[in-house]
Structure formats: C-alpha cells, structure tokens
C-alpha cells in the first residue's frame, strides 16, 4: 500500500484540470469554498488556518487533498481529496467546486482522477463518501460515478461506496 505523505506530492492530469498540491498563492481565492470538519471559513486567514491543519493531516498520513486547478489557467477552481485515515485500505471521498464551475462535469473529471489514483496508487479496497440527504447533485455524481449508497447516516447523512 502506497500512502502520504509522497517524497513529491502526487500531481493528477486530465485534459482540463491538474489535480494539484494548494500553495499559499491559492489560499485566497479558496476562502469560499474552505471547510475543515464541516466548518466553514470566514476570511482567508481561516482558509490559511484549515489549509495548514490539511497540511499537517497529510503529513501525519491519514490525508490528500488536492486542489482542482484549470489547466489553461492553473487557478483553483475547487478541492477533492480523501479524509480520515486509511484503515482496513479504506479512503473517504470529499470534494467541493466553485459555483461557477459546477454543472460542467468538471467534478466527475476530477473525482475520476481521485479514485483512479486511490485505487492504483493508494490500492484503496473501498472508497467512501458522505453527504446530505438534500444534496441532490452530490448524489448525482457518486451515482454517476458508480457508487452505491450503503446506508443513512444520522444528521441527515447518507453514505455511499465506490462499487468498480
């Protein structure tokens, strides 16, 4: 099993976007769309903060979280990455896109990029992802993407797998 922290920080190319490692530059630009155990940021010096903390997750192995960045541009248009430690060669599956990017299928380019990286590189056995019952375009895309649901959660949750 090949887990983080990589000796380079794995950089996954489609031909739209780079799947790329989030730079102080980006932090800006990232505030809206910047959570860290579902808290949202509020200012840039929050985003900084729960990029930091994403920083230290990755370098204690039990994260990756890549910024989505356009490949004419390389701006960062919204993050995907995998959450909560890798026991039993499990990932979970977190993503979140500008608004004005949604709705292109630039999310399921970049979420393939994710699972094809977590299965072949990462050799993940399962890979989870969790969202709200009312998130009918969340839902969309894990179905889109072959994932099953596999159970309500409570909160309003429900949790889906990566069936290949």
Partial sequence: MNLPPYQNFPE????TLILR???KDDIESLVE???YNALPA???EDAAEMQERTNLDYQNGSSIHWGIADK???KIIGTVGYYRGFENRTGELGC???PE????GLMTEAMKLAIEFGINEMKLRKIGAITS???KPAIQLLERLSFVKAKDLDDDEVEYFFVK
């Fill in 12 to 15: 996954l190319i489609s031909d």
């Fill in 72 to 74: 004419k541009s390389n």
């Fill in 42 to 44: 509020l200012t840039v």
């Fill in 21 to 23: 490692q989030i730079v």
């Fill in 96 to 98: 979140v896109l500008k």
């Fill in 133 to 135: 019952r009312e998130n």
């Fill in 101 to 104: 990017f949604q709705r292109k």
């Fill in 33 to 35: 769309i910047s959570f």
